[in-house]
């Protein structure tokens, strides 16, 4: 009687193939099931180069044993990925149509997705060392390091305490621990930090609290409360709830600049250890918090989009703060949308998942209005604050200084008079959006992009905002020699510039992308702000989150810009984006002013606006999208592509459309040239897919996409599918 074929391991690889892999399994291991959801370490492609990658599944070899590869080395003793997560990671791979491999390599720490162990979860902190102690009896340089060592002699100090009260203390730790004089250490004992106690809710918040203790299992709920009414106060309370049953909760933000601010709040106010999980943590940070959710010991965690798949052993409740943030969408790779995988793994957990916003999307509003989602409404700010006052500055036909009109500026003199704080809110970083030549009309454009470079520096740099190409500006116009070449418009630099020059006694102090590139950025420059009299100039990084109590004027420069954009959302984040930026005024018991400078004061869209709020803007904009056939009444996905010249990407796109199966409800649009046709070099262009059923949709994706993956025109250039794109850019 022959012998039955070996067992081998089906493996998911971070390749960017549709498929699983068979592999053999280590020379003198036995395949089981308990290998399912282990990491294990293969040789892959000709070369043999190794790749790390997860067992999806054991079963019998197909075809002849001795054509498979065995695998190296199996790295995990008990499984990293299973259950819910595992079953999550799938559906994420099936909506977007996505390899299983890059789902699970984009929801893994870069550290587990190279094959390192598990962080120990165990909780460490600093102490110094004796050498340490007689340090500090001596006379020594002030600075962070001599600050820590002080401290350290005091008693040891837990990581989590640090992280929370001394920011920056990690490089100062390891320039101590070099000379000997501190040491990291294994604590004994769990930090019990005595949680602060929560303020009298509003009656609009007690109802919101009591109305998200009913119910069980998953209820997602949408929270509508305008800027300043307290949502995060609500998901305190419901936080405060989850952890009395002993259950684990996730806060997702949109930015990191929030979570620093997140984490100090929920820090004081919950009795328990609060994890943090973004992008600007190191890598063995991000693993170590991975980690201990997985164990349990993480009760909360507070993270930006890929926070999103970390595990929940013991999940209670799902939150996400500023859900219609676009940031919450995966822009490359594996396209998902975080807000959207929130509510699929609330379902599969059969927890509440609780949606914040003051502007919710387009998309959860329906959802909400069609008794999809609970809806919760917070219509008035907390603590005795008044919604701001706002006014419409018409500037046509009146002088402009670097972008400002003269009513401005006095509105601006007036606040810092009354010793209160200003935000001058621009939506464009740098100097100005383009250099032109006053004589010829020749503008400074990359030579990479179909986009002007934008001027940085007060004229000296010019920076591609698209490829990051970077030039100096000519010293003479290149079309005509005219020595006219001068900066057109105004981004936050110039306005910097000039605010600095009217008032020069001011506190100013600029957030951009340029001014927080480094950790704790932001929260330095929002301390050199204080609480005197000041101004903020910023970008959308200032229009959410923010509780600034002496800020009371908020003067929006940049309002034309959204008014006339071919985007059919552009609506919709304008509006999001004046109420968001608005709400930072007038948020204590100060009362608070919104100045809008704009040449189109009569635009319908401001009318609907400053008349009924953003309800009124979503209403018409819900009418708007329906009668057009947009999301949320169709469903879209989008494919698009890029090579070194349009006709490739033409040619691919044709033969794409015609691969295409139409079917009743489904169409394919195109192609048609992507709005920014060349970037980086790259020729682009793209083809809408669109119906009026998801499930119809996703049928004709399954169908079409092994007909591009067969397509020879697919190998000469780069494609992507985008399921649900948030812009058809």
């Known amino acids: 009687m022959p012998a039955p074929p070996p067992a081998i391991l089906r493996v998911a690889l971070p390749v960017p193939l549709p498929r699983e892999f068979d592999y053999l399994p280590p020379p003198g291991a036995t395949v089981a099931p308990e290998w399912l959801g282990c990491r294990v370490r293969v040789p892959f492609g000709r070369g043999g180069a190794d790749l790390v990658g997860l067992v999806v599944g054991v079963g019998e070899a197909e075809g002849d044993p001795a054509a498979l590869k065995a695998a190296h080395e199996r790295l995990d003793e008990v499984p990293l990925l299973h259950g819910e997560l595992f079953d999550s990671l799938r559906w994420v791979a099936g909506y977007y149509h996505a390899p299983l491999g890059e789902v699970i390599a984009t929801a893994l720490p870069a550290l587990l997705r190279a094959g390192q162990p598990l962080p120990d979860t165990r909780r460490h902190g600093w102490a110094a060392t004796p050498a340490g102690q007689a340090s500090a009896t001596q006379p020594g340089r002030e600075g962070r390091p001599r600050r820590l060592l002080l401290s350290l002699c005091e008693g040891a100090r837990d990581e989590d305490e640090l992280d929370a009260s001394e920011p920056g203390w990690r490089a100062a730790a390891r320039a101590l621990a070099a000379r000997g004089l501190a040491q990291r250490q294994a604590m004994d004992a769990e930090a019990s930090p005595r949680p602060a106690s929560a303020p009298v809710p509003t009656p609009g918040q007690a109802a919101a609290i009591e109305a998200l203790r009913t119910g069980d299992g998953f209820r997602p709920t949408l929270l509508e409360g305008v800027t300043g009414s307290g949502k995060t106060e609500v998901y305190l309370q419901a936080i405060a709830d989850c952890l009395a049953a002993g259950r684990q909760a996730l806060v997702l933000v949109p930015e990191i600049g929030l979570t620093p601010q997140t984490l100090a709040r929920f820090r004081a106010r919950l009795g328990v250890p609060v994890a943090a999980f973004h992008s600007g943590l190191a890598d063995g940070e991000r693993a170590r918090a991975w980690a201990d959710m997985a164990s349990g010991r993480a009760r909360v965690l507070v993270g930006t989009r890929s926070a999103v798949f970390c595990p929940l052993p013991e999940a209670g409740l799902l939150v996400v703060d500023e859900e219609h943030d676009g940031s919450y969408k995966q822009q490359d790779g594996v396209r998902y949308h975080a807000r959207d995988l929130a509510l699929v793994r609330g379902s599969k957990l059969g927890v509440p998942v609780l949606l914040g916003s003051a502007t919710p999307s387009l998309e959860s509003l329906h959802n909400a209005l069609s008794g999809r989602y609970r809806h919760l409404r917070l219509t008035e700010r907390a603590g005795g604050a008044r919604p701001p006052a706002v006014r419409v500055l018409d500037v046509r036909k009146r002088p402009l200084h670097d972008g400002l009109s003269e009513a401005l500026l006095e509105a601006v003199d007036a606040c810092l008079a009354r010793g209160e704080q200003a935000l001058v809110f621009k939506n464009r970083r740098g100097y100005a959006p383009v250099l032109i030549c006053h004589d010829c009309g020749w503008s400074a454009h990359c030579s990479r992009c179909d986009a002007a470079m934008t001027v940085h520096a007060g004229g000296r740099r010019l920076i591609c905002h698209h490829c990051g190409a970077r030039a100096t500006p000519p010293n003479a116009c290149p079309d005509c020699a005219s020595l006219a070449l001068q900066p057109q418009g105004a981004g936050t630099e110039r306005l910097e510039q000039a605010l600095a020059a009217r008032f020069p006694e001011a506190c100013l102090v600029r957030v951009d992308r340029e001014t927080t590139r480094r950790r704790d950025a932001l929260e330095k420059l929002l301390a050199r702000l204080g609480d005197g009299p000041g101004i903020?100039?910023?970008?959308?990084?200032?229009?959410?989150?923010?509780?600034?109590?002496?800020?009371?004027?908020?003067?929006?420069?940049?309002?034309?810009?959204?008014?006339?954009?071919?985007?059919?959302?552009?609506?919709?984040?304008?509006?999001?984006?004046?109420?968001?930026?608005?709400?930072?005024?007038?948020?204590?018991?100060?009362?608070?002013?919104?100045?809008?400078?704009?040449?189109?004061?009569?635009?319908?869209?401001?009318?609907?606006?400053?008349?009924?709020?953003?309800?009124?803007?979503?209403?018409?904009?819900?009418?708007?999208?329906?009668?057009?056939?947009?999301?949320?009444?169709?469903?879209?996905?989008?494919?698009?592509?890029?090579?070194?010249?349009?006709?490739?990407?033409?040619?691919?796109?044709?033969?794409?459309?015609?691969?295409?199966?139409?079917?009743?409800?489904?169409?394919?649009?195109?192609?048609?040239?992507?709005?920014?046709?060349?970037?980086?070099?790259?020729?682009?262009?793209q083809l809408l897919v669109d119906a009026s059923l998801r499930v119809a949709l996703h049928a004709a994706l399954r169908e079409w996409l092994p007909a591009l993956r067969a397509l020879r025109s697919a190998r000469r250039v780069r494609w992507s599918l985008d399921v649900d794109p948030t812009d058809l850019y």
């Open 536 to 685: 903020l100039v910023g970008t959308q990084i200032l229009a959410k989150g923010h509780d600034l109590p002496r800020l009371t004027l908020v003067a929006v420069v940049g309002v034309d810009e959204g008014l006339f954009s071919a985007d059919f959302r552009a609506g919709e984040k304008l509006a999001q984006l004046l109420i968001q930026v608005a709400g930072r005024a007038g948020r204590a018991r100060l009362p608070g002013e919104v100045v809008l400078q704009t040449h189109h004061p009569d635009h319908p869209l401001l009318g609907t606006l400053l008349n009924g709020g953003y309800p009124a803007v979503a209403a018409l904009q819900l009418a708007e999208r329906e009668a057009a056939a947009f999301p949320p009444y169709a469903h879209l996905a989008l494919l698009r592509a890029e090579a070194g010249t349009e006709a490739e990407v033409q040619g691919f796109l044709k033969e794409a459309h015609a691969a295409f199966e139409a079917r009743e409800g489904v169409r394919a649009n195109g192609p048609m040239p992507a709005p920014m046709a060349r970037r980086a070099g790259k020729a682009r262009g």
